[in-house]
């Protein structure tokens, strides 16, 4: 059973392979289909959003807790770009979001595919338990489902995320939980039966979420320069498409990073004694 040293060992592969001029095009990719997409959006709502935004944030505790904090500590003018300031709060993690589930979608196959065709993994069988609608929909399904559940946990904990250190604690969590769940199963969706995919999800459970929480340590900076600068709010054009690109990278590296220790750990499965792998999936129900 791979341990450690294959988590370390897909690290590195992923390291080289996010370099590759291939990889750098399929994360610039999907951050152009989400960035024009949001870019659009924003052109339309921007201001009304901010209207909103205000008025209710005029009439919110919370709010009037941090204005007369800000003006303890000799910051005045609060009210000018707190509003702003939350909604990019809001905004982009939601964002993010919609460009994981993006990248999962278009990105993440490819990414399988290329992995797949390495000498290590040459051998391994394609398996499909349904049809190809069926599997769509099925990964569809899963992944909106998990990426609600994420969105709730934002919103939820968003309040908090001012608050060191929980700002550097919360979003790697919330993104590697759900990094992990989208990536395992869309890296094994091709390659692995159902069977195969709970054994090694039994198996590797805390390597797998170690990994997406490492993957979501990543995605700290932009998240740490949205909660902490006001630069942010000056070049808010500009820099909300650089940290888009920049999640879109650390999302093909997660991509990357999975797949070699995925399809590594079904490699060992398959050429594992049947006893043992009947005995791990007894254990796995």
């Not at 921007?46 to 505790?61: G, T």
Request: aromatic share 16%.
């Amino acid at each position: 059973m791979i341990g450690f040293s294959g988590v370390l060992r897909a690290l590195g592969l992923a390291l080289v392979g996010s370099m590759h001029p291939r990889m750098l095009w399929l994360s610039f990719r999907p951050f152009l289909i989400v960035a024009v997409f949001w870019g659009i959006l924003l052109w339309f709502v921007w201001s009304p959003a901010l209207d909103y935004l205000r008025i209710f944030l005029s009439a919110s505790i919370f709010t009037s807790w941090i204005e007369h904090a800000l003006a303890w500590l000799g910051i005045e003018g609060s009210q000018t770009w707190l509003a702003p300031l939350f909604f990019i709060m809001l905004l982009m993690p939601i964002a993010a979001i919609s460009l994981l589930v993006t990248i999962t979608f278009s990105t993440v196959p490819a990414i399988v595919n290329s992995v797949a065709e390495q000498a290590a993994y040459a051998k391994l069988a394609i398996h499909l338990d349904a049809s190809f609608f069926a599997s769509f929909f099925g990964g569809l399904v899963y992944t909106i489902w998990s990426s609600l559940i994420c969105l709730v946990l934002v919103f939820l904990t968003l309040p908090v995320w001012w608050i060191p250190p929980l700002f550097a604690i919360l979003p790697p969590l919330l993104w590697g939980w759900l990094t992990m769940r989208l990536m395992t199963y869309d890296v094994l969706a091709k390659h692995a039966t159902t069977a195969e995919r709970n054994i090694l999800l039994e198996k590797y459970r805390w390597s797998l979420l170690t990994m997406g929480i490492l993957a979501g340590l990543l995605g700290v900076v932009p998240s740490f320069f949205w909660a902490t600068s006001v630069l942010a709010l000056v070049l808010f054009p500009f820099v909300s498409f650089v940290a888009l690109w920049v999640y879109s990278i650390i999302f093909v590296f997660a991509a990357l990073w999975f797949a070699h220790f995925l399809l590594q750990a079904l490699v060992e499965l398959r050429s594992a004694p049947m006893i043992d792998v009947i005995e791990a999936d007894v254990l796995g129900r």
